[in-house]
Protein backbone atom coordinates (compact mmCIF):
# COMPACT_ATOMS: atom_id res chain seq x y z
CA UNK A 1 0.00 0.00 0.00
CA UNK A 2 2.96 2.62 0.63
CA UNK A 3 4.17 1.82 -2.54
CA UNK A 4 0.97 2.55 -4.25
CA UNK A 5 0.56 5.76 -2.52
CA UNK A 6 4.28 6.94 -3.20
CA UNK A 7 3.53 6.17 -7.10
CA UNK A 8 0.28 8.28 -6.85
CA UNK A 9 1.88 10.92 -5.55
CA UNK A 10 4.82 10.63 -8.19
CA UNK A 11 1.93 10.71 -10.98
CA UNK A 12 0.20 14.21 -9.27
CA UNK A 13 3.59 15.71 -9.41
CA UNK A 14 4.15 14.53 -12.97
CA UNK A 15 0.92 15.81 -14.25
CA UNK A 16 1.51 19.00 -13.13
CA UNK A 17 5.52 18.84 -14.59
CA UNK A 18 3.55 17.72 -17.97
CA UNK A 19 1.01 20.84 -18.04
CA UNK A 20 3.74 22.89 -17.43
CA UNK A 21 5.30 21.72 -20.78
CA UNK A 22 2.29 21.74 -22.80
CA UNK A 23 2.65 17.99 -23.40
CA UNK A 24 -0.94 16.89 -23.51
CA UNK A 25 -1.52 14.54 -26.23
CA UNK A 26 -3.54 14.84 -29.49
CA UNK A 27 -6.07 12.47 -30.02
CA UNK A 28 -6.89 11.27 -26.55
CA UNK A 29 -10.20 12.76 -27.64
CA UNK A 30 -9.37 15.43 -24.35
CA UNK A 31 -10.13 12.42 -22.03
CA UNK A 32 -7.02 11.48 -20.55
CA UNK A 33 -3.67 13.99 -19.99
CA UNK A 34 -0.22 13.11 -21.27
CA UNK A 35 1.11 10.18 -18.57
CA UNK A 36 4.66 11.68 -18.08
CA UNK A 37 7.45 10.02 -17.57
CA UNK A 38 7.65 6.42 -19.16
CA UNK A 39 4.50 6.43 -20.85
CA UNK A 40 4.28 5.69 -24.22
CA UNK A 41 1.84 8.41 -25.23
CA UNK A 42 4.15 10.84 -23.02
CA UNK A 43 5.60 14.03 -25.00
CA UNK A 44 8.66 14.17 -22.45
CA UNK A 45 10.63 11.74 -21.13
CA UNK A 46 14.09 12.40 -18.37
CA UNK A 47 17.38 10.10 -19.53
CA UNK A 48 20.70 10.55 -16.77
CA UNK A 49 20.36 14.92 -16.24
CA UNK A 50 18.70 15.58 -19.46
CA UNK A 51 15.04 16.32 -20.11
CA UNK A 52 13.76 15.67 -23.57
CA UNK A 53 10.63 17.14 -24.88
CA UNK A 54 8.89 17.41 -28.37
CA UNK A 55 6.08 20.00 -29.27
CA UNK A 56 4.73 19.80 -32.90
CA UNK A 57 7.70 19.62 -34.92
CA UNK A 58 11.07 19.79 -32.52
CA UNK A 59 12.72 17.50 -29.66
CA UNK A 60 14.10 19.86 -27.31
CA UNK A 61 16.62 19.30 -24.88
CA UNK A 62 16.96 20.44 -21.17
CA UNK A 63 19.96 19.80 -18.67
CA UNK A 64 18.83 19.26 -15.24
CA UNK A 65 20.39 21.42 -12.42
CA UNK A 66 19.96 20.86 -8.66
CA UNK A 67 17.05 22.56 -7.05
CA UNK A 68 14.84 21.65 -10.58
CA UNK A 69 16.47 23.90 -12.62
CA UNK A 70 15.95 23.29 -16.27
CA UNK A 71 18.67 25.07 -18.89
CA UNK A 72 17.54 24.61 -22.58
CA UNK A 73 20.27 23.65 -24.45
CA UNK A 74 19.60 22.57 -27.94
CA UNK A 75 16.74 22.15 -30.53
CA UNK A 76 16.12 19.50 -33.34
CA UNK A 77 13.92 20.07 -35.85
CA UNK A 78 12.41 16.41 -36.73
CA UNK A 79 9.37 17.56 -39.07
CA UNK A 80 5.38 17.78 -39.34
CA UNK A 81 3.27 15.84 -36.48
CA UNK A 82 5.31 14.15 -33.83
CA UNK A 83 3.41 12.64 -31.58
CA UNK A 84 5.45 10.83 -28.53
CA UNK A 85 9.04 10.17 -27.39
CA UNK A 86 10.56 7.02 -25.82
CA UNK A 87 13.93 6.18 -24.21
CA UNK A 88 15.49 3.06 -24.32
CA UNK A 89 19.24 2.12 -23.58
CA UNK A 90 21.11 5.30 -25.24
CA UNK A 91 18.64 6.05 -27.66
CA UNK A 92 15.49 8.01 -28.36
CA UNK A 93 12.31 6.33 -30.10
CA UNK A 94 10.04 9.27 -31.17
CA UNK A 95 6.31 8.80 -32.98
CA UNK A 96 5.00 11.14 -35.69
CA UNK A 97 2.20 10.41 -37.55
CA UNK A 98 3.93 9.33 -40.91
CA UNK A 99 7.53 7.47 -38.73
CA UNK A 100 9.31 6.34 -35.90
CA UNK A 101 12.29 8.55 -35.56
CA UNK A 102 15.06 7.00 -33.93
CA UNK A 103 17.84 9.41 -32.57
CA UNK A 104 21.37 8.08 -30.30
CA UNK A 105 22.80 9.45 -27.99
CA UNK A 106 25.74 9.74 -27.86
CA UNK A 107 25.74 13.77 -27.26
CA UNK A 108 23.50 13.73 -24.53
CA UNK A 109 22.82 17.45 -25.17
CA UNK A 110 22.53 17.27 -29.15
CA UNK A 111 20.82 13.96 -30.24
CA UNK A 112 21.62 12.70 -33.57
CA UNK A 113 18.99 11.64 -36.21
CA UNK A 114 19.71 7.81 -36.71
CA UNK A 115 17.11 6.28 -38.81
CA UNK A 116 13.40 6.22 -39.39
CA UNK A 117 10.84 3.23 -40.32
CA UNK A 118 8.03 4.67 -42.42
CA UNK A 119 4.31 3.49 -41.84
CA UNK A 120 0.98 4.35 -42.56
CA UNK A 121 -0.80 7.59 -41.58
CA UNK A 122 -1.72 7.62 -37.37
CA UNK A 123 -0.86 8.13 -34.29
CA UNK A 124 2.05 5.92 -32.90
CA UNK A 125 2.96 5.30 -29.52
CA UNK A 126 6.40 3.57 -28.72
CA UNK A 127 8.17 1.41 -26.47
CA UNK A 128 11.41 -1.05 -27.15
CA UNK A 129 13.34 -3.59 -25.10
CA UNK A 130 16.34 -5.52 -26.65
CA UNK A 131 16.56 -5.44 -30.12
CA UNK A 132 13.01 -4.37 -30.58
CA UNK A 133 10.15 -1.70 -30.75
CA UNK A 134 6.54 -1.77 -30.26
CA UNK A 135 4.61 0.13 -32.16
CA UNK A 136 0.72 0.73 -31.94
CA UNK A 137 -1.18 2.70 -34.97
CA UNK A 138 -4.95 3.56 -34.62
CA UNK A 139 -7.38 5.07 -37.15
CA UNK A 140 -9.43 7.82 -36.11
CA UNK A 141 -10.20 11.99 -37.23
CA UNK A 142 -7.33 13.35 -35.37
CA UNK A 143 -4.78 10.39 -36.55
CA UNK A 144 -6.11 9.63 -39.86
CA UNK A 145 -5.86 6.39 -41.77
CA UNK A 146 -7.71 3.05 -41.43
CA UNK A 147 -5.50 0.73 -39.71
CA UNK A 148 -5.14 -0.39 -36.11
CA UNK A 149 -2.36 -2.56 -35.10
CA UNK A 150 0.39 -3.24 -33.21
CA UNK A 151 3.39 -3.60 -35.11
CA UNK A 152 6.96 -5.47 -33.88
CA UNK A 153 10.11 -3.53 -35.36
CA UNK A 154 13.35 -5.52 -35.47
CA UNK A 155 15.95 -2.78 -35.03
CA UNK A 156 19.62 -4.38 -34.02
CA UNK A 157 20.22 -2.83 -37.67
CA UNK A 158 19.06 0.96 -36.75
CA UNK A 159 20.24 1.44 -40.29
CA UNK A 160 17.81 -1.11 -41.69
CA UNK A 161 14.67 -1.11 -39.06
CA UNK A 162 12.61 -4.26 -40.35
CA UNK A 163 9.01 -5.35 -39.26
CA UNK A 164 8.85 -8.94 -38.32
CA UNK A 165 5.01 -8.93 -37.03
CA UNK A 166 1.80 -7.39 -37.05
CA UNK A 167 -1.49 -7.76 -35.07
CA UNK A 168 -5.04 -6.32 -35.82
CA UNK A 169 -6.61 -4.46 -32.78
CA UNK A 170 -9.83 -2.34 -32.40
CA UNK A 171 -8.72 1.17 -31.03
CA UNK A 172 -4.65 0.91 -29.59
CA UNK A 173 -3.08 3.19 -27.89
CA UNK A 174 -0.37 3.38 -25.36
CA UNK A 175 1.30 0.58 -24.23
CA UNK A 176 3.90 -0.67 -21.85
CA UNK A 177 6.58 -3.41 -21.44
CA UNK A 178 7.86 -5.56 -18.12
CA UNK A 179 10.28 -8.43 -18.93
CA UNK A 180 8.64 -10.52 -21.82
CA UNK A 181 4.95 -9.26 -21.18
CA UNK A 182 3.83 -6.45 -23.63
CA UNK A 183 0.71 -4.21 -22.62
CA UNK A 184 -1.23 -2.94 -24.89
CA UNK A 185 -4.31 -0.35 -24.40
CA UNK A 186 -6.75 -1.11 -26.71
CA UNK A 187 -9.48 1.43 -25.86
CA UNK A 188 -13.07 0.14 -24.66
CA UNK A 189 -11.90 -3.55 -25.94
CA UNK A 190 -9.47 -3.23 -22.98
CA UNK A 191 -5.70 -3.58 -21.61
CA UNK A 192 -4.70 -6.51 -24.04
CA UNK A 193 -1.45 -8.90 -22.51
CA UNK A 194 0.94 -9.92 -24.77
CA UNK A 195 4.16 -12.64 -24.16
CA UNK A 196 6.80 -11.44 -26.38
CA UNK A 197 9.39 -13.52 -25.66
CA UNK A 198 9.33 -14.38 -29.13
CA UNK A 199 8.39 -10.79 -30.31
CA UNK A 200 8.66 -11.97 -33.97
CA UNK A 201 5.63 -13.73 -32.65
CA UNK A 202 3.71 -12.31 -30.19
CA UNK A 203 1.12 -13.65 -28.53
CA UNK A 204 -2.14 -12.14 -26.66
CA UNK A 205 -2.81 -14.23 -23.37
CA UNK A 206 -5.39 -11.95 -22.00
CA UNK A 207 -7.21 -9.05 -21.56
CA UNK A 208 -8.11 -6.89 -18.46
CA UNK A 209 -11.68 -5.29 -19.65
CA UNK A 210 -14.07 -2.64 -17.52
CA UNK A 211 -12.44 0.43 -18.32
CA UNK A 212 -11.61 2.35 -21.78
CA UNK A 213 -7.65 1.61 -21.78
CA UNK A 214 -5.57 5.05 -22.67
CA UNK A 215 -2.36 4.68 -22.02
CA UNK A 216 0.02 2.75 -19.23
CA UNK A 217 3.30 3.05 -17.02
CA UNK A 218 4.90 -0.29 -15.68
CA UNK A 219 6.56 0.98 -12.53
CA UNK A 220 8.40 -1.66 -10.78
CA UNK A 221 5.35 -4.72 -9.74
CA UNK A 222 2.20 -1.72 -10.31
CA UNK A 223 1.06 -1.06 -13.63
CA UNK A 224 -0.24 2.84 -13.63
CA UNK A 225 -2.67 2.50 -16.31
CA UNK A 226 -4.58 5.89 -17.62
CA UNK A 227 -8.23 4.79 -18.44
CA UNK A 228 -11.41 7.36 -19.23
CA UNK A 229 -12.18 9.41 -16.11
CA UNK A 230 -9.12 8.47 -14.18
CA UNK A 231 -6.24 5.98 -13.15
CA UNK A 232 -6.54 2.12 -12.44
CA UNK A 233 -3.49 0.49 -10.72
CA UNK A 234 -2.73 -3.49 -11.03
CA UNK A 235 0.00 -5.59 -9.21
CA UNK A 236 2.38 -7.15 -12.17
CA UNK A 237 4.46 -8.91 -9.65
CA UNK A 238 3.52 -11.86 -12.17
CA UNK A 239 4.22 -9.65 -15.42
CA UNK A 240 1.73 -12.23 -16.96
CA UNK A 241 -1.11 -11.91 -14.41
CA UNK A 242 -1.99 -8.20 -13.65
CA UNK A 243 -4.47 -8.11 -10.84
CA UNK A 244 -6.77 -5.07 -9.60
CA UNK A 245 -5.54 -2.97 -6.80
CA UNK A 246 -7.40 0.06 -7.23
CA UNK A 247 -9.36 3.14 -8.79
CA UNK A 248 -9.01 6.41 -8.51
CA UNK A 249 -11.24 8.89 -10.18
Given amino acids: MKKILYTLTALVLLAGFCSTLSCSKDGYNDIAPGTGTGGSLARFTITGNYLYAVDHNALKTYRMG ?11 ILGEDIETIYPYQNKLFIGSRQAMYIYKLNNPELPEFEQQASHVRACDPVVAKDDYAYVTVRSGATCGGT ?9 DNLYSPQMVSTTSL ?30 SDARMTGTRAGYSFYDCIPYEDVLICMVEGGMVLYD ?11 QTF
Fill in 66 to 76: TGGSLEHVSTV
Fill in 147 to 155: INALFVYRV
Fill in 170 to 199: SNPQGLGIKDNTLYVCDGAMGLRIFNVSDP
Fill in 236 to 246: ISDATDPVFVA
